[in-house]
Each structure stands twice: as C-alpha cells, then as structure tokens.
C-alpha cells in the first residue's frame, strides 16, 4: 500500500467505503419538441399547379354561363324594353327550344306611356251655355301626391283604375262591349262630375248640362344611351259627350237651396 492509499484508509476508516457522489441537478435547459408531420392538403389545393389552373378556369366558366342564362331568362320574361327589343334575336336564340319560359315575371306589364284623363263641361247658365276648357284630373292628382308622405288611396287609384276599367269594356270606337260597359261609363261620369263640382266649373248660377272625357297619351322617353326612335307627340281618345242625368242637377239644386237656406 502506497502513502496515498494509506492516507485515505486512515481519514475513512480500515474498512468503510468512500460516501456516494451528491446527484446531479436537473438541466434547466428545454428540450426540443418533437418534429410534427406536415398536414395533408385536400381538395383543390391538393391538385398540383397544373390541375388548379384548370379547375379555376372551369369554375369561371361555369360561373359565366350561370349568370348569362340568369339574364336571358330574366329578359326573356320580362317586358318589352329597350334591350329586349335591340337584342330579341340574341334571346330567342338562347332561350328556344330547350328554355322556353310560359310564365311573365310582371303582370300586369308596367306601362311605358303616360296617360292623362281630362275633362270638360258644357254649362247652362240660363240664357243660354258655355263649354269650359279641358281639366287635367290626373296631373291634379300628380300635384296632391307630390310630397305628399301619405297620399289617398283616391288620389292614386280612383280615376286611373276607372279609366282602365272603361278601356276594358268598350272597343276603339267607344262602344261597350258586354254587361259591364254601360257600368264603367257610370262609373266613369259619376267621377268627373264630382271632380268639376269640386273644381267649380260651373260658377255661380251655372248647371252642369253634358260632360266630355278624353285621354292623353304620350309615350314615356327611353334612357339617353339608347338608339330607339319613338315619337313624343301625345295621342287623344275622345270619348262622346254625355249627359249629366236630371236627377243628378236636382240633387245639386237641392244641395244649394238648403245651404243657402231655402225650402223646397
């Protein structure tokens, strides 16, 4: 035994082992994280460059198609325009045979003339009569619903749907045609008389003997970027002159004499 050995067996003892080393402190050091597989793609994206360019132009036109048949179809159905008249050889084409529609998208069509009824009236005023000027009932009706947030139904409705419901029972020549013709002309005097009594037409002292309607017709100008040549001259229906039934000149007589007090 060298000194060294002895030297060590002397600071221990004869037969005592040596302590066991002191564990080693934990590394603060973090781990890296395990490598993660890469996602798999789906769909388009999992097409290669190639196939994607393809597939984005057949969406597009697939895309096309779609809203080309939505317009023929919409143009198709809808009323005679601008467009429709410019273009109808385009649509027929597209539509017939195999897209044929048997349906309207509007009905009634909109209207794409203005039409004005107008009236005037033939007075006796004792010693003879006088014929008043054409009232223009629908632009009074224009001017009472202009600005107006909540027009009447008699304002909007009453003097046109009369006037069509007149178109409706009697032909070109003003003759009824079927059981309601002689209503709607009733229906249709009884309306300006109440207007021109509103309106005063008679004046003072006068009577409303016989009252005259007419239309006024002008065709509704078409957009400034279309090439369609329509005339702007205003047409006239002329309808003949009717008389104001005696009852009806009783009641306003007797309507006078009681306002201004008198008996009958």
């Known amino acids: 035994m060298d000194a060294y050995d002895a030297g060590s067996a002397a600071r221990h003892g ?5 302590p066991p080393a002191p564990p080693a402190e934990p590394s603060l050091a973090v781990p890296p994280p395990p490598a993660s ?21 057949a969406v597009a036109v ?3 198609v779609v809203c080309v048949h939505t317009g023929m179809v919409f143009l198709h159905v809808a009323p005679p325009n601008t467009v429709t008249k410019k273009h109808s050889r385009a649509i027929d084409d597209w539509i017939y045979p195999e897209f044929e529609q048997n349906w309207k998208l509007f009905a009634p069509n909109p209207l794409q003339q203005n039409i004005a009824v107008q009236v005037r009236a033939q007075v ?13 009932l629908s632009a009074r009706d224009g001017e009472a619903i202009d600005g107006n947030l909540l027009p009447s ?3 909007q409705n009453e003097l ?6 007149f178109v409706a029972t009697h032909d070109t020549e003003n003759r ?6 002689a209503l709607s ?12 009594d509103r309106a005063d037409a008679a004046g003072e002292g006068g009577v409303v003997e016989r009252v005259q309607v007419r239309s006024r017709t002008t065709n509704v100008p078409p957009p400034k970027w279309s090439e369609e040549q329509i005339s702007d001259k205003p047409s006239y229906r002329v309808l003949p002159w009717w008389s104001v039934p005696e009852d009806r000149a009783a009641a306003a007589d007797a309507a006078t004499g009681i306002g201004a007090g008198g008996t009958r």
Do not use: K
């Open 37 to 57: 597989e890469p996602e798999a793609r789906t769909g388009v994206a999992a097409l290669s460059l190639r196939y994607q360019i393809v597939a984005a132009l």
């Open 153 to 155: 139904h008699t304002q």
């Open 160 to 165: 046109r749907r009369a006037w069509d419901f």
């Open 176 to 181: 009824p045609v079927g059981l309601r013709g």
């Open 185 to 196: 002309e009733t229906y249709l005097r009884r309306i300006v008389e109440l207007r021109l």
């Open 124 to 136: 006796g005023t004792g010693g003879g009569t006088r014929t008043t000027g054409w009232y223009d």
């Open 62 to 64: 697939v895309a096309i």
């Open 14 to 18: 004869p037969d005592r082992e040596p």
